[in-house]
């Protein structure tokens, strides 16, 4: 074997060596998602693992696993070995929502998971046909007590219905709830009006009012939102304690140490800095939310205590 041939050999075993080395230092991540490919929540999940992955220079395969309102995603999660290579992105419904108005749980996110990082939220948005005759809140809440249960709305999520629930609560009203097997399952009666409105996320709705097959009625936000400046907040038109917000979390197993929690934060928040990523989300219709590790997980169990307390309110109790 000539001197070149050596050298070419050499090269190979070492390279060879310096990826298995790489692989061994930075194993794969699996980012469970609590619903189906497609949606809002898998988009933005796929947004964040591309940038995580190539902060740590690794892959981050994102895993589906919708049903039972986050609950067969979350027994997925509490599972996991709490190395930091099993992560969730959870929403407000699956964090906050679910132990506020589910009595039996397959989890509990105070004892069964480590917030890593906030890393968008939204306001919610109450939405109504382009055609309807409602073009207000108040339009919608006078025809509800001008005859009880003559107006209707679409839940597709525990958050959809606790949001409604609340708005009934807060305006001495009594509506119907008609119930969907997902947030994608609303739009199509919404948009024909065999739904008279709808409260959801702007990650789901944005594409239809900029299509202006769906109207904003209000944002449920205690400002007004950016991106929608000509859209009355709830509180403006006569309930200031109104005021909810869609948010998204990655979250790991209970257990998992200190320093790899705050690797993770690191390389999630570098991810979030980057103009393109925050533009993605931005046009998704969400906001990319800064926060330290300490402070992340202080907001998602403050959120824990405010949707208890807006379930009380709202008298939502389920199972």
């Known amino acids: 074997m000539n001197t070149l041939k050596r050298l070419i050999l050499a090269m190979s075993v070492a390279g060879a060596g310096t990826m298995q080395a790489a692989a061994a230092a930075n194993p794969p991540i699996t980012m469970?998602?609590?619903?189906s490919a497609g949606g809002s929540t898998d988009i933005l999940a796929r947004v964040i693992a591309k940038d995580l992955g190539d902060e740590l220079q690794t892959?981050?395969?994102?895993?589906?696993?919708?049903?039972a309102e986050g609950f067969i995603a979350a027994r997925q999660l509490k599972a996991a070995k709490p190395d930091g290579n099993t992560l969730m992105l959870v929403t407000t419904s699956v964090y906050a929502i679910n132990p506020a108005i589910f009595s039996e749980m397959p989890y509990d996110p105070r004892k069964d998971f480590a917030t890593v990082n906030v890393v968008a939220s939204s306001p919610n948005v109450i939405l109504a046909a382009s055609n309807s005759r409602y073009n207000t809140l108040k339009d919608v809440l006078d025809a509800a007590r001008k005859k009880s249960e003559s107006v209707n709305y679409g839940t597709g999520a525990t958050m959809h219905l606790l949001n409604s629930k609340l708005l009934e609560a807060l305006s001495g009203t009594k509506m119907v709830s008609i119930p969907y097997k997902g947030s994608a399952a609303v739009y199509p009666d919404l948009i024909a009006g065999r739904v008279?409105?709808?409260?959801?996320q702007p990650l789901s709705s944005m594409t239809f009012i900029q299509s202006g097959q769906l109207k904003a009625l209000a944002v449920t936000s205690a400002q007004r939102w950016p991106q929608m400046p000509n859209v009355p907040t709830v509180a403006e038109q006569g309930y200031p304690d109104f005021a909810t917000t869609s948010w998204w979390a990655v979250v790991a197993p209970a257990g998992t140490p200190a320093a790899t929690l705050q690797k993770l934060h690191a390389a999630i928040s570098q991810g979030l800095a980057r103009p393109a990523t925050q533009e993605k989300i931005r046009q998704i219709g969400a906001d990319i939310t800064p926060m330290s590790l300490e402070d992340a997980q202080a907001y998602t169990?403050?959120?824990?205590?405010?949707?208890?307390?807006?379930?009380?309110?709202?008298?939502?109790k389920l199972n």
């Open 301 to 316: 169990a403050s959120e824990l205590k405010l949707w208890k307390s807006i379930a009380d309110t709202a008298s939502v």
């Open 59 to 67: 892959s981050v395969v994102v895993e589906n696993k919708p049903g």
């Open 196 to 200: 008279d409105f709808m409260v959801d």
């Open 32 to 35: 469970i998602v609590p619903f």
